[in-house]
């Protein structure tokens, strides 16, 4: 039985036709120490152990036939739950949102070719990248070259399946490894594929923390593609390991987390939540959090939010080879997230980018793409940056006019070893002289080199002996 959608904390009244199921919240870490500070969270973090748990998730899912609608991005939102305590929230088919119609549900239970002798030499069971995804049912006898149009292969990569959709074209196709494709003799093929493509929902998962304020962090990740790693289950997993892990954290920022289908699922959260979009002030899209190479980020149109400066100085800090790439109209949902008229701070952040890596869509994209340590480092550096986001203020020198002494103060050289109080006073004079009114901390952090954490911790000293004062 669907009931109408119940939340505190956001919408004043439920969005018409939105529905809900019933939720089975089954956390995985019940007894985390509350009220901490996400620079306690990440003092001794242990990113090994954290990309184990991450890797764990990607596993679990990996087996499960997904798509933009239907049972497959269900059952995974469901299995998510076992992690973060998600609502699943269900559109029905036929709603108009903005110039899209949310479209009918897709479901599958079998898809095949048969040759003569009955055997199956493309199976949906051994893989669910064999059948094109949303392809209507079929049961028919053809010889090859009336099946051809219908095969898709990757003849460069010949062991390869390709990954392809058909969303709003009503047709069906198969695909297979070229070495299948040259193994599959003459004759007549029996030709199956049982799915269902009908008037339903579009599911999504939605999870939202409420922080000291109303003013949002938005982390958003596709959740469509079928079993596919690194493009479609890394960044499902991190987001879900980031919900947990700010679970009893001290916030400024209320967290809202959405596991959506591609294009579509951002289109219908967009268009059914308007009214709030002014409270998101950082954003995020997560996709290809699991390979091995350097991070890469997409900026939001906008260039210079804060979330892009932000991002940006986590990885300069890194210490590692990185990419910073400007917007573009195509890639993910920031696509919707950033179009003209909605205009978010959102930017998109990766490893290897989408379309990047040979295994991309097809396959290889499988578990042996993704690694622990490289999920593990994804959700360090995606910690830093909601670092930055909580401690970044704007501060102001009350004793502007030559350097204040500091000794007297008790702020010169007074613990630890000669390199950490040097580099201690170094931050401190650093925020004394920028603070002054137009350079936020992340600005300081920028333009003096230092990690964000040390100028924000030398900015905590300095204002608790009245030599700061905020901004506004
Ligand atoms: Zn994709």
Redesign the pocket.
Known sequence: MKTPEHRSGDLPVPAPGLVCKPMQSQFLEQNLPRDRTLREVLEGFDSCREGEKSYAIVEALYPICRSITGDGIRESLRLLQRTVPLQLLEVPSGTQVFDWTVPKEWNIRDGYIKNAKGERVVDFQRSNLHVVSYSVPVRRTMSLPELEPHLFTLPETPDWIPYRTSYYRETWGFCLSQRQLEGMGEGEFEVCIDSSLEPGYLSFGEYRIQGATDDEVLISCHAC?PSLCN??LSGMATAARLAQLLQGVTLRYSYRFLWIPGTIGSITWLARHEAILPRIKHGLVLSCVGDSGPFTFKRSRRGDAEVDRAVEHVLRQSGQNFHVLDFTPYGYDERQYCSPGINLPVGCFMRTQ?GGYPQY?TSADDLTLVTPASLGESVVQLLRVLQILEENRCYLNCNPKCEPQLGRRGLYRQMGGLKDAAARETAMLWVLNLSDGQHDLLAIAVRSGLPFAQISCAADALEEVGLLASAG
């Open positions: 593609h493009d479609n989408n869509h």
